[in-house]
């Protein structure tokens, strides 16, 4: 049970660092880009925007570092291939020791249908006198006794050691499976560990243009997938071939004629395991590429349900689905199809071979060529001898499909990440916030330049608002602030301090962001406003909330700051939820501040008391403010006026007002009434 819970919160931790990442990812995107639709290629590697999808990689290498994952458990692995040799030794040895037992009963039988007056040469003699052979030379192999029945001591005794054989032998195979297990467990848990340090790792630009579902089925579906291959398929592999080795050798010693014909099945099963092996091996792959498409697509419907409603758009997005989830369908039916003709197929061949033994055997022991005891021995190995040719066979299914897996989790693990860090440099505990831009240059794609040759300079404590048109990179030039993407050239500092030099977590733990699409995580109010500072104390986070608003609405609350949000915070307003991440923001006490269109989803009274919890929370912080209501940031000390990723205006409101440019035909594009009518008339009386 805590091995799952341990898997539930891998899988629930990860989601949610997707879902943070994605919401800045989504506001970039947004505002830079129009959405394109989610087209898996062949090859599908999870890569997306222009990043290029990988080819899926040959199946051997894949398993070979499907193994690695395990290489620092040799002293287990170790542990567990002695014990599977044990526990073969043991189950090969049990069929002749049985098979002793079987003569031991043949010869009681027929020593008791021989007169007791005669030794066995006589009765041999006499079988040859009379022309019967077989019969003397079935004699001549035995151990029977004229006159004797069965040695019931004998008999008890190797029964006893049979038993006694199996019961090692289990006792054996149950401790290789149970470290086996423990092993894969920890080597589980650290590929979950692995695949969420990668997600912290990886750019943004990795999730602009791709469907966080793909990603959240490899990190949890397939992961899983993987650890079922591991768990199940590597230690009946390993037996499987060691009981093969030893069945095959006790045969030979057996009757090495027998033997040849037992042999038959392998390359038969060869060819069918060669064959549909293959065949399953791509249409697993595919199968496990149509569920990472068919997640995304249902984490869009939902997560976008509202909108689709909206639009009156279910029965696209229902259309969407069924095509998605008919071409899983037909990637399943197929991989599953194709797996299951092996084992039918391989029972086949096993048959033909068993009918092949039974005979020729039956025929040796009535010639006297073998005793009855090896002749049934002969046939439990033959037995015993298909079951791991048969588990091999089932076992190769299962490996096709981890390793096809494994190949999604590697090529996610590969993904080209972040620049590494360059940390020589450090800011003090409170900075001043001056952030100066040089010659910024920065584009998504090299061929779409967004933001070229960019400088301008931000005075410590004032406030830098941003605006133009969707698309002239406002989010942008914040997100590079934050060093969420890199610059193609230029340079971005802080105190006269390159953001390059500073470690990202050190440059980040400075800067406090209020998004458009305000985020909550499951739990508390009082839980989520400590997540901008989990060492703040209860003075400081009620400080906080009262300086934010946040404290008016929750003292009425029935449970006040205890209230439990759900994983969506949807049991609270649009602008309550905003509210509480200002006042998130203002726990973590940041030196700059970032507000991406935080009024943008909230009705105009509850924007009031947005504004005035932002502008509390801008006091003595340099802040840049994104906006596309020019309503709000007529008090901003600077105004950026960006175009196509051009600064074309700066100044105060009343100064780009007197300009009459683009930022006066913004302006006046939004107020067309009363309020615009006044500005315009101010203008032409100054002019």
């Given amino acids: 049970m805590s091995r799952k819970k341990d898997a539930d919160a891998a899988a629930l931790e990860a989601e949610q660092t997707l ?105 041999i003699a006499g079988a040859k006198a009379q022309g019967n052979n077989d019969f003397a030379q079935m004699l001549a192999t035995s151990n029977v006794v004229p006159g004797h029945g069965i040695d019931f001591n004998q008999l008890s005794f ?165 095509e998605r989830n008919e071409s899983l369908f037909k990637a399943s039916f197929g991989a599953q199809f194709a797996s299951g003709l092996m084992m039918p197929i391989m029972q086949f061949i096993n048959y033909l071979s068993y009918v092949g033994i ?15 005891g090896d002749a049934t021995a002969f046939i439990q190995y033959s037995r015993e001898f298909n079951q791991p040719l048969t588990q091999m066979a089932g076992m190769a299914n299962m490996l096709q499909s981890g390793v096809a897996s494994a190949e999604r989790v590697f090529e996610f693990l590969d993904s080209e990440e972040q620049e590494p860090e360059n940390a020589r440099q450090h800011l003090p505990a409170k900075t001043d916030g001056h952030v100066e831009f040089k010659d910024v240059s920065f584009s998504y794609t090299e061929d779409k330049p967004l933001i070229e040759n960019l400088s301008f300079s931000a005075r410590p404590g004032s406030t830098v608002a941003i605006v133009g048109p969707t698309g002239a990179g406002k ?26 030099e500073l470690s990202r977590a050190e440059l980040r733990s400075k800067v406090g962001m209020v998004l458009q699409d ?62 509480i991440t200002i006042a998130r923001a203002f726990v973590a006490n940041p030196s700059l501040l970032i507000l991406d269109e935080a009024t943008s989803s909230v009705d105009t009274r509850t924007e009031v008391l947005v504004q005035k919890a932002m502008a509390a929370l801008r006091a003595d912080r340099t802040s840049f403010v994104i906006a596309h209501r020019l309503s709000t940031i007529r008090d901003a000390d600077t105004i950026l006026v960006m175009e196509a990723g051009r600064i074309v205006e700066q100044g105060n409101h009343q100064q780009l007002i007197d300009a009459q440019g683009a930022y006066y035909r913004l302006y006046m594009s939004q107020f067309a009434g009363e309020d615009a009518g006044e500005e315009e008339e101010l203008a032409e009386q100054r002019s």
């Fill in 158 to 322: 190797l029964i006893l050691v049979v038993l006694s054989i199996y019961f090692v032998a289990s006792l054996f195979n149950w401790f290789q499976g149970y470290v086996l297990n423990v092993i894969v467990m920890r080597a589980i848990r650290k590929l979950r560990s692995d695949v969420e340090a990668k997600l912290n790792r990886l750019p943004l630009n990795h999730f602009d243009s791709g469907q966080r579902g793909d990603v959240l089925s490899r990190v949890t579906n397939d992961v899983d997938n993987v650890q079922q291959g591991l768990q199940q398929a590597f230690s009946q592999l390993v037996s499987s071939v060691l009981l093969l080795l030893g069945f095959t050798v006790m045969m030979f010693l057996v009757s090495w004629q027998l033997a040849l014909i037992a042999l038959i099945a392998i390359p038969l099963s060869g060819v069918v395991v060669g064959i549909i092996g293959s065949r399953s091996q791509k249409l697993f792959a595919a199968q496990w590429k149509n569920t990472g498409a068919l997640n995304g697509q249902i984490e869009e419907s939902f997560s976008g349900h509202t909108l689709v409603t909206l639009f009156g758009r279910e029965q696209d997005m229902l259309e969407r689905f069924d």
């Fill in 358 to 372: 039974a005979v020729i055997g039956g025929l040796r022991v009535a010639s006297g060529q073998m005793t009855l």
């Fill in 19 to 123: 879902e943070a990442q994605g919401a800045v990812a989504t506001a970039e995107h947004d505002d830079d880009f129009e959405e394109e639709e989610y087209k898996p290629t062949e090859a599908d590697g999870g890569m997306f925007g222009d990043m290029p999808a990988k080819k899926a990689k040959a199946f051997w290498p894949s398993a070979k570092r499907l193994i690695g994952l395990l290489k620092n458990e040799w002293l287990a692995l170790t542990a567990i291939f002695i014990a599977v040799l044990a526990s073969v030794v043991l189950t090969v040895i049990g069929p002749k020791i049985l098979g002793k037992a079987m003569d031991v009963i043949f010869d009681g039988v027929i020593g008791m249908s021989l007169p007791g007056n005669l030794t066995k040469d006589q009765v």
């Fill in 475 to 500: 989010t942008t030039l914040v997100n590079l602030v934050m060093r969420f993407y890199e610059l193609n050239s230029g340079q971005i500092t802080v105190d006269n301090v390159d953001i390059t």
């Fill in 518 to 579: 305000a985020w909550l995580f499951e739990g508390t109010i009082y839980e989520n406003i400590q997540y901008g500072n989990l060492d703040a104390t209860e003075e400081q986070i009620m400080e906080a909330a009262k300086a934010t608003y946040v404290d008016r609405f929750v003292r009425a609350l029935p449970d006040g700051y205890q209230t439990v949000l759900d994983d969506q915070g949807d049991n609270v307003s649009a602008g309550e939820k905003q509210l």
